[in-house]
């Protein structure tokens, strides 16, 4: 299998690939790692006439400490975050969830920018990506802009970025010293997306709690019913039983519905 | 339009006019003639592909020729050193770790970046860094015991 024929494009900066994107418009995808899209290629399930590689752009990848918060550029890949020190000391969620993406392989060349922009209802990131209150920085012709998490999913594969804007960053907010976060899914067997996947934050004190589900719908979404059962409660058993059947009820189970994954 | 790439592949230096839609295994595969690396799903999820670029593992039927371009590639024809058989092939030799042999490039180039990154590495680490790598006849028992011997072999045990 092979793709459709295109245009390959390498700009060397952000500006330069964002005015591709201005001048191609819908001919053309970016092209991240390409964990996501090149198998789409593959399957002619995309034909981008015009492919804009941006895995090389320089600035664009990388974990700091940026004003308390936690900034990870767009192209940092899978690897990088499961291995950071940083994020094992001040955001050990972030580790957890890549570390349960795919493969090794995968997780060499997919980007923390690539999952979000591609949005599968079925991906891990964006589970803890709302858990954690994130914020998504985009970059278009006439600069950044901020997008809260909770604003950034908008559908299946789809968010609220403009075609002709990037994903350059990714921000996490500090949480308190002693906040207990954790990620658990449960991986199809074959393609080790998830089946459904849940992230959860909560402080020490109990009162400020976030929870993320992924692959239960075409989005993931915020748990607010189980966040409100579970801020301010003594965690004990009864009190996570309780949280755990306040999901939603429009949060049905859609995995029958992908089971191409 | 056709672009001209430059990559090295085990040492030796190749540069080609390439479509940008070949696929980095086909360009190895076909163009460059090291047919060592296999392609077994052709669809990202066995790992029969498996080289290392710029020493990091990758599954080269989901990549570009083109994404290659300037890096350093290691494939199964490259670990072999001065006619002695590196000791991850060793260990695949002494522990029957293949039998048709079809998914052992992958295998041996996925436990080369294991290695790297933890020598020693416990019996569940192996397992779990060999997730991307499917193998239809062996049950995987043998090959973890290659890797297992190789680990001993390079620590000088
Ligand atoms: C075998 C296999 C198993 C996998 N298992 C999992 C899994 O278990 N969990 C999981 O979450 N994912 C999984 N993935 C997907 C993987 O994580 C992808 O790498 C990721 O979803 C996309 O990142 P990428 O950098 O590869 O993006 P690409 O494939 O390069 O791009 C994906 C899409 O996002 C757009 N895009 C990329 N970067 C940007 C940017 N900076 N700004 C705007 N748009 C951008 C592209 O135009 C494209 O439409 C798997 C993939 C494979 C092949
Ligand atoms: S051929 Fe590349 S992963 Fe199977
Ligand atoms: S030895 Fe036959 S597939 Fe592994």
Redesign the pocket.
């Known amino acids: 299998m092979y793709p459709a024929q295109f245009e390959y494009h390498s700009p060397a900066s952000v500006q330069e690939a964002i005015s591709l994107l201005g001048r191609l418009k819908d001919d053309a995808?970016?092209?991240?790692?390409?964990?996501?899209?090149?198998?789409m290629m593959k399957l002619r399930l995309a034909q981008p006439k015009h492919v804009i590689d941006?895995r090389k752009i320089p600035g664009l990848s990388g974990i700091k400490e940026d004003g308390g918060a936690i900034a990870i550029g767009?192209?940092t890949t899978?690897y990088a975050v499961e291995s950071s020190s940083l994020l094992k000391q001040k955001c050990a969620l972030l580790t957890e969830t890549a570390g349960?993406?795919?493969?090794p392989q995968?997780r060499n060349?997919?980007?923390v920018?690539?999952?979000l922009?591609?949005a599968?209802p079925?991906?891990?990131?964006p589970a803890a990506a709302i858990a954690l209150g994130a914020e998504v920085v985009a970059e278009g012709p006439k600069g950044k802009r901020t997008i809260k998490v909770d604003d950034f999913f908008k559908g299946l594969l789809t968010t609220a970025?403009q075609p002709d804007?990037?994903?350059?960053e990714i921000r996490i907010p500090s949480w308190p010293v002693g906040t207990g976060m954790a990620y658990m899914k449960f991986?199809h067997p074959a393609?080790?997306?998830?089946v459904v996947g849940v992230a959860a934050v909560v402080t020490a004190d109990g009162k400020k709690v976030g929870v993320g589900i992924t692959g239960a719908g075409t989005k993931a979404v915020r748990a607010k019913g189980v966040e409100a059962a579970l801020s301010g409660k003594t965690l004990d058993a009864a009190a996570i039983k309780a949280a755990a059947e306040a999901r939603s009820p429009q949060q049905g189970f859609l995995a029958n519905e992908f089971s191409w994954r | 339009m056709k672009r001209q790439i430059k990559v090295t592949i085990n040492g030796v230096g190749y540069s080609h006019e390439v479509e940008p839609r070949l696929l980095l295994v086909h360009y190895i595969r076909d163009v460059v003639g090291l047919t060592g690396t296999h392609i077994g799903c052709d669809t990202?999820?066995c790992g029969a592909c498996t080289i290392l670029l710029n020493g990091m593992a990758i599954k080269c039927c989901?990549m570009l020729a083109v994404q290659a371009d300037g890096a350093e590639i290691l494939t199964i024809e490259g670990v072999a050193k001065d006619g002695h058989l590196h000791p991850i092939q060793e260990g695949f030799w002494e522990k029957h770790g293949l039998q048709c042999g079809y998914c052992t490039p992958g295998m041996i180039l996925a436990a080369y970046q294991l290695l790297q990154r933890s020598p020693n590495p416990s019996e569940a680490e192996i397992r779990h860094n060999l997730e991307g790598n499917l193998c239809r006849c062996t049950g995987y028992h043998n090959i973890v015991k290659s890797i297992q011997y190789a680990a001993q072999k390079m620590a000088g045990r």
């Open positions: 995808k970016l092209l991240a790692g390409g964990h996501s899209l090149i198998p941006i767009a192209l899978h349960t993406i795919g493969d995968v060349m997919g980007t920018g690539g999952s922009a591609h599968d079925a991906a891990d990131y970025l804007e990037i994903l350059v991986p393609s080790r997306f998830a | 990202s999820q989901t």
